[in-house]
C-alpha cells in the first residue's frame, strides 16, 4: 500500500480520498498487528539480551548489594516474561530475557516466596523458611537473582 495518494485540484474529492487513505492506512497496520509476524517480532525482543533495569543502583554490582540487609526490599520487574521449569524436586531453570539460571537446592516454598510477589522483602521470605540462614542460604542465592536481574533492589 503506498503512503501518499494521488490527490487531485478538488478539495472535497481530496479530503474525501485522504480520509479513505488514512483509513486503509490504519486498517493495513491493524492487520500488521494482530499478524503472526508481530507476535514473533515480540518474541525475538525478549530472546535478546539483557533487558534495561529501571533501577541503576551502584550497590547491585558491589559487595553491598543488600543495603539493609534482611530489612531490602526486592522487587520483580515488570513485563518481564520468568519461565521457571523445575528440573527435579530441588532443582529448578529460570529464563528471563534470552538467560537461563539453575537453582539447586531450593524447595517448592521458596520458590512460591519468591516468585508470587512482585514486591517482598529479605525478612517476609525468611518468615516462611525458618529452616534456611539469611547470610549463607538466601544472600547468594538473592545476589545471583540480583546480578542476573531477575529482581530488583529497591
Not at 38 to 62: E, F, M, N, T, V
Not at 83 to 109: C, F, H, P
Not at 119 to 124: A, I, K, L
Request: avoid cysteine; glycine fraction near 6%; aromatic fraction near 8%.
Amino acid at each position: 500500500m503506498p503512503l501518499r495518494a494521488d490527490l487531485g485540484a478538488n478539495p472535497d474529492a481530496d479530503l474525501d480520498a485522504m480520509h479513505q487513505h488514512i483509513h486503509g492506512l490504519t486498517q493495513h497496520l491493524i492487520d500488521h498487528l494482530n499478524s503472526r509476524s508481530a507476535d514473533r517480532y515480540r518474541d525475538h525482543l525478549d530472546s535478546i539480551g539483557k533487558p534495561i533495569a529501571p533501577y541503576a543502583l551502584p550497590s547491585q554490582a558491589g559487595f553491598q548489594i543488600f543495603p539493609q540487609g534482611i530489612q531490602t526490599i526486592f522487587e520483580r520487574p515488570r513485563f518481564q516474561r520468568i519461565q521457571i521449569v523445575e528440573l527435579s524436586e530441588q532443582e529448578y531453570k529460570i529464563r528471563v530475557a534470552g538467560k537461563e539460571v539453575s537453582l539447586k537446592g531450593v524447595n517448592d516454598t521458596l520458590m512460591e516466596n519468591l516468585f508470587s510477589q512482585e514486591r517482598f522483602s529479605g525478612e517476609t521470605v525468611m518468615k516462611g523458611l525458618p529452616d534456611y540462614d539469611w547470610h549463607l542460604d538466601m544472600v547468594p542465592l538473592l545476589s545471583r537473582l540480583v546480578m542476573e536481574g531477575i529482581l530488583l533492589v529497591v
